[in-house]
Structures are given as C-alpha cells and as structure tokens.
C-alpha cells in the first residue's frame, strides 16, 4: 500500500482521511485518489501538518466545552 506513513500517522492521531481531503479543499474520493501513488516527501510533510492543524483543532473545541 502507497502512503502508508501518511495514513498510519492520520490512524495514529485519530484523523480521518475525509478531514484532511476537507482541510484541502478537495473531495475525499479526489484524496484518496491521489493517495494510490507514493507522494513526495514535500507533499508528505505538508500532509503532516495539516493532520496536526485537524488534531490542534479538534483539542481546542473540546476544551473549550
């Protein structure tokens, strides 16, 4: 499977691909898509940090309750 550090990462952090293809502005069949290719290790970090904006997000509306 292509991608599989990106997608263990998003498992890890309890990201689901469909918020990330919505952080992108993308649909998620257009995500996952572009996940059947191995990505650039450019491309792969800006995925990494987008995970981690959806997480900081996520931890902010919780603990904002």
Same mark, same amino acid.
């Given at each position: 499977m292509y991608n599989k550090d990106v997608r263990n990462y998003a498992k890890s952090k309890n990201v689901y691909l469909y918020q990330i293809a919505e952080s992108l502005?993308? *649909?998620? *069949? !257009?995500?996952?898509k572009k996940l059947r290719k191995e990505l650039d290790d450019e491309t792969k970090e800006s995925l990494f940090k987008v995970i981690n904006e959806i997480v900081k997000?996520?931890?902010l509306n !919780? !603990?904002? *309750?």
């Open positions: 502005n993308v *649909s998620e *069949s !257009t995500f996952i997000e996520r931890d !919780t !603990t904002k *309750s």
